[in-house]
């Protein structure tokens, strides 16, 4: 069984849609990250959490550590928001990340 | 805020070239950094913690020969890939954190490495 499971793996939207992706995770951490590549391979960090909520723009990102989950959310989505988004939690900022195998978002205009 | 710069983002060379890659922290200091490959259409993996001013720790089934890591200062990491061949063709990126920050970690835009 993987450390880190994401679903959708795959989620096409319409321009303005609300998106939820979810990850779950299995192993212990103190910190997750929520991360965008884009079709370049670059990566930005969008969130690193620990507990509760943040909020970002139109991203919004929660965790439960008691049930290993987190969501990231897109309010109005756009296309420019198409990538891949990675979950992976650590045991903080400077450790290592352990990556979920990503959801590839499509946002059609 | 906090920059990597990763260099080169593109090699194109022959098998059995050596490849050096840097990972520069710009405007931080970082005490470890991380190195991870990613082939197509598959997730990021870690390949070694680079720690500065002593030996870089690998990932189970990393050569560490192969791939030589040099963490010399707290803004500068360096993996070179040694007598590469074509199945090390990869995206390679690095990642680093402020040193005594709880700031997320910030990754080089990579290098896509193409082994001929």
């Known amino acids: 069984k993987n450390e880190v499971e994401q679903s959708p793996q795959n989620l096409t939207a319409q321009e303005g849609e609300f998106i939820t992706i979810n990850c779950s995770y299995s192993v212990g951490i103190s910190a997750l990250h929520w991360l965008q590549q884009h079709p370049g391979g670059g990566i930005v960090s969008l969130f690193m959490?620990?507990?509760g909520k943040k909020k970002h723009g139109r991203l919004i990102a929660t965790i439960n550590i008691q049930e290993k989950h987190s969501s990231l959310h897109i309010t109005a989505s756009h296309p420019r928001d198409s990538a891949v988004y990675i979950c992976a939690p650590s045991r903080g900022s400077n450790y290592k990340l352990t990556f979920g195998k990503g959801t590839l978002l499509t946002v059609n205009p | 805020g906090a920059v990597v710069s990763q260099h080169p983002s593109w090699v194109i060379c022959k098998s059995g070239t050596s490849v050096k890659i840097e990972c520069r922290s710009l405007?931080?200091?970082?005490?470890?950094m991380f190195w991870y490959r990613q082939f197509p259409k598959q997730s990021l993996m870690l390949m070694a913690t680079?720690?500065?001013?002593?030996?870089?720790?690998?990932e189970q089934g990393v050569e560490k020969d192969k791939f030589l890591i040099n963490h010399a200062s707290l803004t500068l990491s360096t993996l070179t890939v040694t007598s590469a061949h074509p199945e090390d063709s990869s995206f390679y990126i690095c990642?680093?954190?402020?040193?005594?920050?709880?700031?997320?970690?910030?990754f080089g835009d990579g290098t896509r490495l193409s082994i001929l």
């Open positions: 405007d931080f200091q970082a005490t470890t």
């Open positions: 990642s680093a954190s402020p040193k005594y920050s709880n700031q997320p970690q910030h």
């Open positions: 959490l620990s507990s």
């Open positions: 680079s720690n500065e001013g002593s030996k870089a720790t690998y």
